[in-house]
């Protein structure tokens, strides 16, 4: 997992300087304390044959001091945490327009984007833009966290969260899901994609259309098991369906880098998927499929044909 301390966006930059900030002042703060501390305990000490010290009560300049230097410290970091928020935060305004919408399921991610192009796991975004991300949860309570480019948000069933999406270089960047949401938690990683801007369009468009039915051969017959098996129910293969489902849409799953989160996209690995999907996964959605092995291999041919 990347570090949040190597930010690669202007967003992720302003929260590490909001972080250093604060960390300057508290070392200061700290180090001032302790050493007047060091200081006292030394000068002051108690020797032989001293005797109780002058009692002060009461001082007006000292009571001044000592509220007002806490009082601008706490001022000063107000100021600095709502600038970096106004910074970090989509305004309310714009939020009508989300240029993309994530939405966290038990447990793998969602992308659609705004002409129905759709992605899992892998989300695109064209670098040097500020794309605004509509985040939102399918089930139970997630949270949305890419630490080198953006704050951490909490995908709530129901209620969506806004969050800006950016990067300044190309380049893969990990994500992972930040609040506890059952057994596969810490499976629910993710990439986010950043491509040059006439790279995303083109792949946001390709993503848009459906790919040909396979007319002869494993795949062919594949496709017949897939739809006999309903594993449409569960399973959109088109671009144009958009109904909401359990399971993720399959409609490019050839062109991804991986599969349930963390395992690479191969021919063996879909057919172990598709007959154990319960000891790739433990916990996940899917049952187990009883096919024979020909049957599993010919699905495989199926989706290995969806690019
Ligand atoms: Cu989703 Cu943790």
Redesign the pocket.
Do not use: K, P, R
């Given at each position: 997992m990347a570090s949040w301390l190597d930010p690669q966006s202007p967003e992720a930059q302003a929260i590490v300087r909001l972080f250093a900030s604060y960390l300057v002042i508290a070392v200061t703060i700290f180090l001032i304390v302790s050493s007047l501390i060091a200081y006292s305990l030394i000068r002051y000490r108690a020797r032989a044959g001293t005797q109780q010290p002058r009692q002060v009560t009461g001082s007006r300049p000292l009571e001044f001091t000592w509220t007002a230097i806490p009082l601008l410290i706490v001022a000063s970091l107000f100021v600095l945490t709502v600038r970096t928020m106004a910074f970090v935060d989509a305004p309310q305004d714009l939020t009508a327009n989300p240029g993309l919408l994530v939405t966290?399921h038990?447990?793998w991610w969602e992308a659609r984007y705004p002409n129905g192009a759709t992605a899992v796991n892998e989300i695109h975004i064209p670098t040097g833009t500020r794309l605004l991300a509509r985040i939102d949860a399918a089930d139970v309570i997630?949270?949305f966290w890419v630490p080198q480019l953006a704050r951490k948000i909490d995908a709530v069933p129901g209620r969506p969260s806004f969050l800006w999406l950016d990067a300044d270089a190309p380049g893969t960047y990990q994500g992972t899901?930040?609040?506890?949401?059952?057994m596969q938690?810490a499976g629910?990683r993710f990439q986010v994609i950043a491509e040059p801007p006439a790279v995303f369009s083109a792949w946001v468009e390709a993503q848009a259309q459906t790919p040909p039915e396979p007319t002869g051969g494993p795949s062919a017959a594949g496709a017949r098991i897939f739809r006999d098996q309903k594993c449409g129910e569960c399973h959109a293969v088109s671009a144009a369906d958009r109904a909401p489902r359990n399971g993720p849409p399959l409609t490019h799953i050839a062109g991804r880098n991986r599969l349930a989160g963390d395992l690479a996209n191969t021919p063996e690995n879909i057919g172990r998927w598709i007959l154990t999907p319960q000891a790739v996964k433990p916990g996940n959605r899917m049952p187990a499929q009883h096919l024979s092995n020909t049957d599993a291999a010919a699905v495989t041919a199926y989706l290995e044909s969806l690019r």
């Open positions: 966290g038990q447990w997630h949270d899901c930040a609040e506890f949401c059952g938690h629910m």
